[in-house]
């Protein structure tokens, strides 16, 4: 059995029966059905709660002429995933910029979570990142299909040279499928790794290092919240882009 954390421990005490109940509607059983709540999807709650609070009190106090700190940090945010989509996907990349913020933000949470004591990252469990990776995947290739169309849009796998087609169909319809995983991987084994080293030096050093492994922590988390967020603008942008362009 995993490590109960407080909140995870909270939720089993308290909500069992809940959880229990939104296994059934799934057509799933917990393996202890008296503790049916697991870290990463306590945590992936705690994490939405946390967004939906924090913007929910930047809301009202949103202002032309006297913006607070807090509204000049997401106006950054929302400029330079702006800048991003205009410069992976183009002039209408402003459509897109609601999912590549929701990602980017969601993301970036989840990873910095983890460096309260108490608390974890869920990107650093499998389940959530491939979570993730499974919405990029979807969201983009519907995307590919609504901007071109079905027949058009599954056109474009057999690539511009009509003589190759049967050969780079197959090949494109593979690496399209292959990257869930390499989503997946890139972000699960970046966010585990760094999560166990700043747990390994934290144990062994209690002064100036351990704020070293925290900066490096929240350095990856950024990153690996734009690599995401980058990686998914530019499927975006080969999903929606036309043979012309």
């Known amino acids: ?8 421990r909270l939720f089993n005490d308290n909500l069992a029966g809940v959880g229990n109940a ?8 917990a393996h202890n059905a008296a503790r ?16 939906i609070l924090l913007f929910a009190f930047l809301r009202p106090r949103l202002s032309m002429d006297k913006p607070g700190s807090l509204q000049h940090a997401f106006e950054a945010i929302f400029n330079f995933i702006r800048g991003e989509a ?23 949470f989840s990873n910095l979570i983890g460096i309260i ?52 169909f197959p090949i494109e319809v593979i690496s399209n499928l292959a990257r869930p995983l390499s989503l997946t991987i890139r972000l699960y084994a970046n966010m585990y790794a760094g999560e166990q ?14 704020a070293v492994f925290m900066g490096l922590h929240v350095f990856v988390s950024f990153l690996q919240a734009y690599v995401f967020m980058l990686m998914t ?7 929606v882009s036309h043979e012309e362009h």
């Open 1 to 8: 059995m995993e490590h109960e954390i407080a909140i995870t």
């Open 22 to 29: 939104i296994l059934d509607l799934l057509g799933q059983h």
């Open 36 to 51: 049916p709540w697991t870290t990463w999807i306590t945590m992936q709650i705690l994490v939405a709660l946390v967004i």
């Open 86 to 108: 205009h410069g992976n996907i183009g002039h209408h990349g402003n459509q897109y910029i609601p999912f590549l913020g929701t990602i980017f933000v969601f993301v970036l």
């Open 117 to 168: 004591p108490g608390l974890e990252s869920p990107t650093m469990f499998p389940y959530v990142p491939a979570g993730l990776a499974i919405a990029a995947f979807l969201y983009y290739n519907l995307q590919g299909i609504r901007e071109q169309g079905a027949i058009q849009y599954a056109a474009h796998f057999a690539g511009p040279v009509p003589a190759l087609a049967p050969l780079m």
């Open 197 to 210: 080293v700043t747990i390994l030096f934290l144990g062994l050093t209690y002064f100036v290092m351990p």
């Open 233 to 239: 603008a530019l499927y975006v942008a080969g999903a």
